[in-house]
């Protein structure tokens, strides 16, 4: 067999295993994976079709198997069995409480599906793997409150949350969920509150309470990313000329604070940020590294500065 038909057949079967796992899969999207032609790819279900496979759709549409197709158990590359180890340390590490359980109940479905060489390769390289996290893990007092979210989502029903701000008060909100992101070691949450009229971000820890109710979202909303990326629109842009020599400590922080462009001049870089916590969140993130920036714009920030560094003075010259 030449390489062209075993390139065919490993792409045929990924193929399938597509079909599988997704409700409608596009001859474009599948095209663009695999990097070859639409037309490839009709010829490709074709081949699934005269197998025997129950192919529903055609070019244009999408495709999906029969509805109550079903197939023998997926087999695993000794590669994807390696890969399944790590993910699984990582989300050991890193996920949240409320999802790490069934995680684990999905990868032991996985294991029973394995060979048995690849269920001893599982045993002999499983604890030669660990990922270090240094920060601790965030409790919460509401089980399996991500799936909740989730749910929301799929389901397109407002949740109904109580919610303890920072400053220790609580409030009750309702809100319609666009996505869930983790940063700096906190879940978040992204939603529309109803109570605002806008969106916001809420810290999945400071969910004190939260209900699913049979209210429908009263709109549609795009993806997470174009919510964060845009944000409210309430934002203050800050312009700093930074010492270079200090723009890669920075690297991790400042995205998370909104920058938008970085400009290489003479006497630094210009940074310029788009943020809505110019009132306490900016300034001291800034003070961390204010001697070696320059504040550009806006004035109010130089006077923020001013104080804080004033409040500052105060609590260290105290006897």
Excluded at 299 to 312: A, F, G, Q, V, Y
């Amino acid at each position: 067999m030449n390489d062209h038909y075993l390139k065919k057949l490993d792409r045929v079967t990924a193929i399938l295993t597509q079909l599988q796992s997704k409700p409608i899969v596009r001859a474009q999207d599948l095209a663009e994976k695999f990097e070859v032609s639409v037309r490839t790819i009709y010829r490709d279900v074709k081949t699934l079709e005269n197998a025997g496979i129950p192919i529903v759709g055609e070019a244009g549409s999408g495709y999906s198997l029969m509805d109550g197709y079903k197939l023998p158990p997926v087999m695993f590359t000794k590669e994807e069995v390696l890969s399944f180890i790590t993910a699984e340390k990582l989300m050991q590490k890193f996920s949240h409480q409320s999802l790490g359980k069934h995680y684990q109940t999905a990868m032991e479905k996985v294991r029973s599906v394995l060979k048995y060489s690849d269920r001893n390769l599982i045993q002999n390289i499983e604890k030669q793997i660990d990922i270090y996290n240094y920060y601790p893990k965030t409790e919460d007092t509401i089980k399996d409150i991500i799936p909740t979210i989730l749910e929301s989502i799929a389901e397109k029903r407002q949740l109904t949350l109580e919610y303890g701000t920072a400053d220790s008060k609580i409030s009750e909100r309702t809100v319609e969920v666009v996505g869930v992101f983790f940063e700096f070691n906190f879940w978040y949450i992204m939603a529309f509150c109803t109570l605002r009229n806008d969106f916001r971000q809420f810290r999945v820890d400071r969910i004190l309470k939260i209900i699913k109710t049979q209210n429908p979202f009263l709109q549609e909303y795009g993806q997470i990313n174009d919510y964060r990326r845009h944000g409210n629109g309430n934002k203050t842009k800050v312009r700093l000329l930074v010492d270079k020599k200090i723009i890669s400590h920075l690297a991790n922080a400042k995205k998370y604070y909104g920058l938008t462009d970085e400009i290489d001049t003479e006497n630094g870089v210009e940074m310029i940020f788009e943020t809505d916590w110019i009132i306490e969140g900016f300034p001291r993130w800034l003070i961390t590294f204010a001697d070696y920036a320059e504040i550009l714009e806006p004035e109010s920030l130089k006077i923020t500065m001013r104080d804080l560094l004033n409040d500052i003075s105060i609590n260290i010259n105290k006897a």
